[in-house]
């Protein structure tokens, strides 16, 4: 993948080359019994890792225990980073099923966010990332139906905060799934739920949380962005945290695709998003904004060629990042993708401060 990224007030042309390797292999050594390895390796040259202090830092992994990796070259323009992002054995039995290990962990119903995703949510614009994160935990399902399960599931921690333990009850009902969770993470309770059925052939889907404040008080930890005091969330904030989801796609017989999707944060700020987004993340929000509001058209050109364009808006700093793109098989397994992320907005908004950035990937599968 090459990609060519211009800054705001800047004219020079940060141009990286990225080489990304994935093997995702299956183990069955019994009928009940299921192992998986899966890695990537990344190697990356350019401007970016040459303008970078400690780049390597910034790719990788942050892990609680083993951390299964390997900086396998670390120079002034270049890094290689291999990563373990997937080992886990997974034991069936009738209605019961255990699986233990690296793993993904999705209770979100929704398609961009998720806030019910509590123990690896993943960013729509991490779009080389198509596995998506995964978790070190403890998985216990018990399926009651063919569409019904309650599941407990615990991430351990080094600390008491670090810890995650989530219960859900999934069903189905009038022809609607349903998610239903109850969790602590960070040392605060949470209860949510969310749901995936349709209207009139349009997908409609939502997710939910209430959960504890964060903090007794404000607590100035430094400045995030230059000339901006950053603070934490909940001191101006003491009430129960909620945050939803509502999504609703369809296509057209002709095959163009829409897809709405609105996210709200009921402690969210209106200004300065940038300044607060570290914090939020690392309580656990998919964002420091108020409202989010994302926007997607698709359209089949030919049966070889996809083309899409979809925006992330913030309607209170009036920032948005549009990212166009069209995907082209070349034969069986070659894929040829051109991608724009192109953010707008001021300084300190959400999306106003990384400029835009083209990208074209090449892609084999074997």
């Known amino acids: 993948m090459f990609s060519s990224r211009l800054y705001p007030d800047s004219d020079v042309h940060f141009e990286d080359q990225y080489l990304h390797t994935r093997i995702n292999s299956k183990w069955y ?43 396998l070259w670390n120079r002034k323009s270049t890094v290689g980073y291999a990563e373990i992002d997937r080992l886990w054995f997974d034991y069936t039995k009738n209605k019961f099923q255990l699986t233990a290990g690296r793993q ?12 019910i995703d509590i123990f690896n949510p993943y960013s729509v614009l991490d779009f080389d990332y198509e596995e998506k994160p995964g978790v070190d935990a403890l998985r216990v399902q018990y399926y009651t139906s063919a569409v019904s399960k309650v599941e407990l599931s615990i991430k351990p921690g080094k600390s008491e905060s670090d810890r995650i333990i989530g219960g859900l009850c999934s069903l189905n009902a009038g022809e609607y799934d349903f998610n239903l969770i109850a969790a602590t ?19 409609f889907r ?37 945050s939803f989801v509502l999504s609703g796609d369809y296509t057209f017989p002709n095959s163009f695709y829409v897809h709405t999707e609105v996210l709200h944060n009921s402690n969210g700020k209106t200004d300065d998003i940038l300044v607060y987004q570290t914090q939020a993340l690392e309580n656990g929000m998919l ?56 953010f707008n907005g001021k300084t300190a908004t959400e999306y106003g401060d990384y400029g835009k950035t083209i990208l074209l990937r090449v892609k084999y599968s074997f």
């Not at 993904?104 to 806030?115: D, H, L, M, Q």
């Not at 903090?215 to 934490?232: A, H, K, L, N, W």
């Open 185 to 203: 993470r960070n040392q605060r309770w949470i209860l949510g739920g969310g749901w995936v059925g349709d209207i009139h052939d349009a997908g």
């Open 206 to 242: 939502g997710e939910f949380t209430v959960s504890k404040n964060f903090t007794d008080q404000d607590e100035y930890i430094g400045d995030f962005v230059s000339g901006f005091p950053s603070y934490r969330y909940a001191g101006t904030y003491n009430k129960p945290v909620v």
């Open 104 to 115: 993904r962990i999705a209770w979100g119903t929704s398609w961009v966010w998720n806030p």
């Open 29 to 71: 050594p019994t009928p009940n019994l299921t192992g998986a390895l899966e890695f990537r390796i990344r190697g990356i040259y350019g401007e970016t890792v040459r303008n970078t202090s400690n780049y390597i830092d910034q790719i990788k992994s942050t892990r609680d225990f083993a951390r299964l990796d390997a900086v």
């Open 287 to 342: 964002t420091a904004a108020k409202w989010s509001i994302y926007q997607e058209f698709a359209y089949e050109i030919s049966p070889l060629m996809r083309g899409s364009v979809f925006c992330l808006f913030n309607p209170n700093d009036k920032s948005s990042v549009v990212v166009p793109s069209l995907n082209y098989s070349i034969c069986t397994n070659l894929d040829l993708m051109a991608i724009c992320l192109l």
